[in-house]
Structure formats: C-alpha cells, structure tokens
C-alpha cells in the first residue's frame, strides 16, 4: 500500500518571510544654535511633543549688549542720513543762487558787453561749478548713508535672529527618547567645527514607523513601490498593515541585498521602534492552476518527475514542468492532468511498473502559501 494524492487546482502563491527592527520615521539630537547657560528645560524622556513647542531656553546675557549696541549704531546711522540729506539741501540751494548770479551776469554780458568785467563772470562760473560739484558730494555721502543704515539693519536683525535661537523648539512632532542636559549646564553651539557640541534632547517620530528590509537581488525586480504588505510582531502577537513605500534601488555588493523601507502607521503608538518584526512579501501569485505536494516531485539531472499510479494501479514515472512553488506545492505547468494519482509518500520503496494499492490522503489544494 502506498500513500497518494490527487492532482488538484487552486491558487498558489509564492511569499517570502524577512525579519527586520522597527526604526523612528525621523530621529534627531537637538542641538543649540548659539551657545549659553540653559536656563530652563521644559520636557524629558518619555514626552510627547508638537512641531514647534518650546523645549529649552538659553540664557545668554551678552547677546544683550550686543543688541542694544547694534541698535545704537542703527540710530547713528539714521542720524548721519538725515545730515547727509540736510547737506543735500543746503548743497542745492546754495547751487541755485550760483547759478542764478551767474546767469545774471552772463546776460548783462550779452546784451551790454564790457559792462561786466570777464573776470568777475568767470568767477561767477567757477562758483556754479564748484555748488555742482557740492551737489554731486552730498548725494554720494547720502548714499553712503543709506548703505550704513542697511548694514545697521542687518547686523541689529542678526543678533536679533540669533537671540531667538536662544529657545530651542522641536522641530517635528514626536517623543523624547533621551535627555541630554539639565539646568545650568553650558550648551555649546552645535555647529560642523563644534563636533563635541552637547546636544539638548534627542526626538524621534514614532507615530509613523519604519521597518527597512533586505530584500535578496533574486527577488529585486518584484519590489513595487505602494505594495501592501503585513507586518507581524511576535511580542504583540499583533499584524499591522504597510505598504512598501521606497527602496535603494541598489544591490549592495557585500551583502547582495537591496534595502526596501515599509512605513507603518502607528498613531496609537503600540509599535516601539526597536521592536521585531516580520514581513511577508508576495512575490507571484496563480489562480486555478494545477498543484501537487512539493515532497511528491524528485529531481534527476534538473528533470523534475513524479510517481503516479495508473488505472493498473502500477507505479509510472511521470515527468513533469514545474512552474510556481511554495513552501508546500507546486505548480505543474505539463505531464500531468487532474485527478491523476500521485505518490507522496514512500517513493523509496516503489520502483516504475510495480503494482501497488493506493491510498488516498488529503493534501490541501486550496490557497497555498
């Protein structure tokens, strides 16, 4: 007696397991922009915090000296244009009664020649010149002025820009996963020379998780951006819902894998990042094609066959073409037809043309995974 199955359709599909740990969607140490005392530090681990909600304050007792000096020299600068305007003016009525004398006495010299001596004329003329030429120095020191009145300004909103990096603010919703710094501590600067820079907290968002996978290079070219998937925790004994959502695009030499993220929604903050989790991606799947058990089908020399039993309930070895496989079936493409009897059991002990009694077991040739 030996141990068959019926050749059956169903759908089979092709899934593969890959085993990875949760990461934050984003994850930042915050660092101080300008350096100073911390003055007050409002959150610490474990806190949930909004875009832009105040986390620290700098105390920075200098900055303010600087700015009332830089709006000192603002004033001074303001106070410069305004003379450097009243020179214009003096400058302009000064050239108009120049230039009216000497058009007076160029006239008189027209209409009535030698009454005016000529040098008294040129004098006249060079005096007009000269109130041009004043003109032309008070619109350059004019603009000079508005020029110093700018750079005023500018450096008054520097400081004032740098006064307001003096509280540091999140800069994404999420939790404080580490606490760097407590009150009075000096904060340096965090900027690329200062590489020693001591940051303020660390934040990560978590209510959007992600879960980067090494996809094999075999199966690279299935990957498709938008594919769900399910992610299974075995500490939660929980599945989630995800969908691939980027990948490299690039086999790594090393490891001839390609990295693939899938984002995980988690808005009830269940998902730790850290945790474990699995993914299965469906590589291909097939609808009404016919299957049989994977432990049925022997390989010699690359030529897949099987054992069947003929209706003279003798032993045929039947070769087959193999299409998708599973973990447990797989698909036969040619060579066999449905409801054939095929041997599952004790291959071993059979030999072609041996006449056997069947017996008939259940296999499952449904939806296979």
Do not use: C, W
């Not at 020379?193 to 075999?218: C, G, K, N």
Request: aromatic share 4%; proline share 5%.
């Amino acid at each position: 007696m030996v141990a068959v199955t019926e050749a059956g359709t169903g759908s089979l599909t092709n899934d593969l397991t890959l085993t990875a740990e949760f990461r934050p969607y984003q994850e930042v140490e915050v660092h101080a922009k300008v350096a100073g005392y911390l003055k007050e530090i409002r959150v610490d681990v474990g806190d949930r915090v909004t875009q832009g909600q105040l986390l620290a304050t700098l105390e920075i007792p200098e900055m303010a000296d600087e700015l009332a000096h830089a709006q000192a020299n603002e004033k001074r600068s303001e106070a410069q244009l305004m003379q450097a305007r009243g020179e214009l003016q003096r400058a302009k009525f000064s050239h108009e009664m120049s230039h009216l004398a000497y058009g007076r006495l160029a006239s008189v010299s027209k209409t009535r020649p030698n009454l005016v001596a000529q040098q008294e004329i040129d004098e006249a003329q060079a005096r007009d010149r000269v109130s041009e030429a004043q003109i032309a120095a008070a619109e350059a020191g004019i603009t000079a002025s508005e020029e110093q009145v700018s750079a005023s300004k500018a450096t008054r909103q520097r400081i004032k820009t740098l006064e307001a990096y003096s509280q540091i603010t999140a800069p994404f919703a999420g939790v404080v996963t580490r606490r760097y710094a407590d009150t009075g501590a000096m904060i340096q600067a965090g900027t690329a020379s200062q590489t020693q820079a001591m940051p303020v907290v660390r934040i990560s968002q978590v209510d959007r998780l992600r879960l980067v996978l090494p996809v094999p290079e075999s199966i690279v070219p299935t990957i498709r951006v938008g594919a769900p998937v399910m992610v299974s925790v075995d500490s939660l004994k929980r599945s989630f819902p995800g969908r691939i959502a980027r990948f490299t695009g690039k086999v790594q030499s090393a490891t001839r894998t390609m990295e693939t993220e899938v984002d995980v929604p988690n808005p009830g903050l269940v998902l730790m990042p850290g945790m474990y989790a699995s993914t299965t991606l469906t590589l291909a799947h097939r609808e009404n094609v016919l299957t049989v058990p994977s432990a049925a089908v022997a390989n010699h020399d690359s030529r897949p066959s099987v054992f069947i039993v003929n209706k003279d309930k003798k032993i045929e070895d039947r070769p087959i073409q193999l299409g998708l496989e599973s973990a447990e079936r797989v698909e036969v493409l040619s060579g066999l037809e449905r409801g054939e009897l095929v041997v599952v059991a004790g291959r071993g002990a059979v030999k072609t043309g041996q006449r056997v009694e069947p017996k008939v077991i259940q296999t499952i040739a449904g939806d296979t995974r």
